[in-house]
C-alpha cells in the first residue's frame, strides 16, 4: 500500500505514478530448527474484535528481526521508475501467540509498499500455513498487522471498511491488536483480514475464480494491464476479462455501456465507487489507481467484483497528487473505468443518485463519531489526539461538502490520465553537506561557517551563496515531529531547501539510515515575490542514504553537527507552485 497521511508536506506538488503494482512476493524462508507441530483451529475465534486488543507475541532470533526491520523499498528507486528488479520481503520463521492459541512454526514477514514501512515499527504480515498447511485460527490463516503509520486515529481503516460492507461490497474485517515482538511491546496495530481465499469463500460463496491485486498505476488500459498482480491461479495467463474491460472503455459513449455489462454489474461497480468517493479513500482505485483489488466471479458468470483495500489515508479532505481545486469532491475519477462513466450524463445521474442513497442510508454522523470515540478508547496508549479531531471534522462536514455540489451543476473531471511510468535515469543526482546548528528553532536564519551542501538539483549543481541548518519540531500538519533543515542562497537570489523528516524515536551520535517516509528528505525551490510571499515548487525528494551524526540531542539549545551524502531523486513536472508566508534570509 502507498500510505502519506502526516508524512508528505503540504507544499508537495508533483505528480508522479508508481512503478507497477504493490509486490510483496518474499525470498527463501529463513530457517529455523523444527518446533514441531502444533494445530490450533477453532471457527469461534474471534480474529477482528472491536471491543478490545487481540494480543499477539511474535518470538524469532534477533538477528532475523533486525533483518526485517530493515527491508524495504526507497523513496528513489520508486519515483525514478528505474527500478530494475522486483522487490522482496524475507519470509523469517517464528513462533507465535494470538490470544491463548499458540503457534510453534509460522512465517513472519514485513509488510508495505512505501509509505507505511517504518524500521522501528514495520507493518507485518504472519502466515500460519507457510509450513504446516492445516494450521489456522479463527478460520484464518494469516494475520495482516499494520501499523497505521498514516492513520494515526487508528479509526479510518475500520470505519471506511464498515461503510463498504453496508453498501454491500465485499470488505475485509478490521479490529485491533496490541503486539509485542521478542518482549518488546510495539503497541497497537490495526489488524485487517487477508484478502485471500478463505475471503473469497466467505464472500463469493467459492474460491476458484481468479483474484488480482491492484496497486499503484494499476488500471483497465492496455498499457497498464501488466502491473495487476495474480494472486490466484498463478500459473495461468491473465484473465481475458481484464483486457475486455480495457477494450470496452476505448468504444464512444453510445456503445460503452452495452460492452460493459457482460464484463461488470455496473451499478454494483458504481456502488463500491460511491463509497470510495463517500469515505473521500483517495488512495484507491478511482482516486489514485492503487489499493484494490478485482476477482473473475464464475458465480457470475465471470464478472469482475471489486474489493477495496489499503483505507489508511481515507477520511481526510484533499488529494496529494491532484490540484487543489480543480476535481469533483462527490467523484473521484482519475481511474478510467470512473472517469467514461462519470463524462456520461445518464450514468453520471445514476452514479449521483446511488451516493446520495449511501450518504441518506449509512452516513450516521454520531454512530460515526461514537465509534471514533470508542476507537481512540480502546487505542489510547497510542492513539493521536489530533488525528481524532480531523476525523470527527471530516463526519461531521461531510454531509454539507457532498450535498451541495449534488445539488448544484455536475462539476465535470478535466485532469488529464495520469501517464504510465518510465525510467528517469538523468533524475537521480547526490547531495553532501555537512551541518551544525541547535535544536529548538527550525526558522533560523543565521549562516554558521562550516554549513556546507554540495548537490545538483534538477541537473544543475547549486553554487552557495550562503548555507542555513536548523533542527527542531516541524509543526506542519502535513509533515509533523522531528526535522533537519537546510537552506541554501542561490546566486539568483532564490534558494534551495533542503527538509529532513526524523520520525526516529529518539536521536543519537550515530549513523541514521533512510527509510520510506519515515527518514526522508524533500527537495523545494523558492523565490521571494514582490507581495512578500514566497513561491516554493517541490523539485525532489530524498530516500537513500544516510545522515550521521557526531552531536545530536533533542534537549533545545543542544548542539546537532553531523553530515550526510543522500541521493536525490527530482520530481516529475510540477503543478502551479504552492504559496506560504515570507520566509527571511540572511
Not at 500510505?3 to 508537495?12: D, I, Q
Not at 508495505?112 to 522501528?120: A, D, H, R
Not at 462536514?397 to 511510468?421: F, G, N, V
Not at 536548523?470 to 515531529?481: F, W, Y
Request: contains cysteine; aromatic residues 10%; hydrophobic residues 40%.
Amino acid at each position: 500500500m502507498i500510505s502519506l497521511r502526516g508524512y508528505l508536506p503540504v507544499l508537495v506538488s508533483a505528480w508522479f505514478a508508481f512503478p507497477a503494482c504493490s509486490n510483496d512476493a518474499s525470498k527463501p524462508v529463513a530457517q529455523l530448527p523444527d518446533a514441531g507441530v502444533v494445530l490450533d483451529r477453532d471457527p469461534e475465534f474471534e480474529l477482528y474484535p472491536q471491543s478490545k486488543l487481540l494480543e499477539v507475541e511474535i518470538t524469532l532470533p534477533d538477528a532475523d528481526w533486525q533483518q526485517l526491520k530493515g527491508e524495504g523499498r526507497n523513496i528513489n528507486d520508486v519515483f525514478s521508475g528505474c527500478s530494475t528488479e522486483a522487490f522482496e520481503y524475507t519470509k523469517f520463521q517464528a513462533k507465535v501467540r494470538v490470544g491463548e492459541h499458540t503457534f510453534d512454526k509460522v512465517s513472519v514477514r514485513k509488510k508495505g509498499y512505501l509509505g507505511s514501512i517504518s524500521m522501528y515499527r514495520p507493518s507485518l504480515r504472519v502466515d500460519l500455513d507457510e509450513f504446516l498447511a492445516d494450521q489456522s485460527l479463527g478460520g484464518s490463516k494469516a494475520l495482516t498487522l499494520n501499523n497505521s503509520l498514516s492513520d494515526r486515529s487508528y479509526a479510518a481503516q475500520c470505519v471506511a471498511y464498515e461503510r463498504f460492507a453496508a453498501a454491500g461490497i465485499p470488505a475485509p474485517r478490521c479490529g485491533f491488536a496490541s503486539v509485542k515482538v521478542n518482549g518488546e511491546s510495539m503497541g497497537v496495530y490495526v489488524s485487517v483480514e487477508p484478502v485471500k481465499k478463505p475471503f473469497l469463500r466467505d464472500h463469493f460463496g467459492g474460491d476458484q475464480g481468479d483474484l488480482y491485486e491492484g496497486g499503484g498505476d494499476c488500471d483497465f488500459r492496455d498499457d497498464l494491464l501488466k502491473n495487476f498482480e495474480k494472486k490466484t491461479n498463478e500459473s495461468e495467463p491473465q484473465s481475458p476479462q481484464l483486457k475486455a474491460l480495457s477494450d470496452a472503455l476505448k468504444l464512444p459513449d453510445e456503445q460503452l455501456l452495452a460492452a460493459l455489462e457482460p464484463l461488470l454489474d455496473v451499478d454494483e461497480f458504481m456502488r463500491f465507487w460511491a463509497v470510495e468517493s463517500l469515505v473521500a479513500h483517495w488512495d484507491g482505485y478511482s482516486g489514485d489507481l492503487n489499493n484494490f483489488f478485482v476477482y473473475v466471479d464464475p458465480q457470475k458468470g465471470s464478472k469482475l467484483r471489486f474489493i477495496p483495500w489499503g483505507t489508511d489515508n481515507a477520511l481526510e479532505d484533499g488529494h496529494p497528487f491532484l490540484p487543489t481545486m480543480d476535481w469533483p469532491r462527490s467523484a473521484l475519477a482519475w481511474a478510467r473505468l470512473p472517469r467514461r462513466l462519470y463524462a456520461i450524463e445518464d450514468t453520471r445521474k445514476r452514479y449521483q443518485a446511488i451516493l446520495r442513497d449511501e450518504l441518506g442510508k449509512h452516513w450516521d454522523e454520531a454512530a460515526l463519531n461514537s465509534k471514533i470515540d470508542a476507537i481512540a478508547s480502546l487505542t489510547k496508549d497510542s492513539v493521536d489526539a489530533s488525528a481524532v479531531a480531523v476525523l470527527h471534522s471530516f463526519i461531521n462536514a461531510r454531509r454539507a461538502s457532498l450535498t451541495s455540489e449534488l445539488d448544484a451543476a455536475a462539476k465535470p473531471w478535466t485532469i488529464a490520465e495520469r501517464a504510465p511510468t518510465v525510467c528517469r535515469p538523468d533524475s537521480q543526482s547526490k547531495i553532501s553537506a555537512t551541518f551544525s546548528t541547535i535544536w529548538g528553532d527550525l526558522a533560523a536564519t543565521t549562516a554558521v561557517a562550516g554549513n556546507t551542501v554540495t548537490a545538483t538539483v534538477q541537473g544543475s549543481a547549486l553554487a552557495p551563496v550562503y548555507v542555513v541548518a536548523a533542527a527542531g519540531v516541524s509543526t506542519d500538519p502535513a509533515a509533523p515531529g522531528k526535522a533537519l533543515r537546510l537552506t541554501v542562497g542561490n546566486p539568483d537570489g532564490s534558494f534551495t531547501l533542503f527538509q529532513f523528516q526524523l520520525n526516529a524515536p529518539s536521536l543519537a551520535p550515530g549513523e541514521l539510515k533512510l527509510h520510506g517516509f519515515e527518514v526522508f528528505g524533500y527537495v523545494l525551490n523558492g523565490r521571494t515575490k514582490d507581495d512578500g510571499t514566497v513561491s516554493i515548487a517541490t523539485v525532489g525528494y530524498i530516500g537513500k542514504g544516510s545522515i550521521t551524526f557526531d552531536a545530536a540531542d533533542i534537549t533545545t539549545g543542544a548542539p546537532i553537527k553531523g553530515h550526510l551524502e543522500a541521493d536525490i531523486v527530482s520530481a516529475p513536472p510540477a503543478t502551479p507552485a504552492t504559496m506560504m508566508p515570507v520566509m527571511t534570509m540572511p
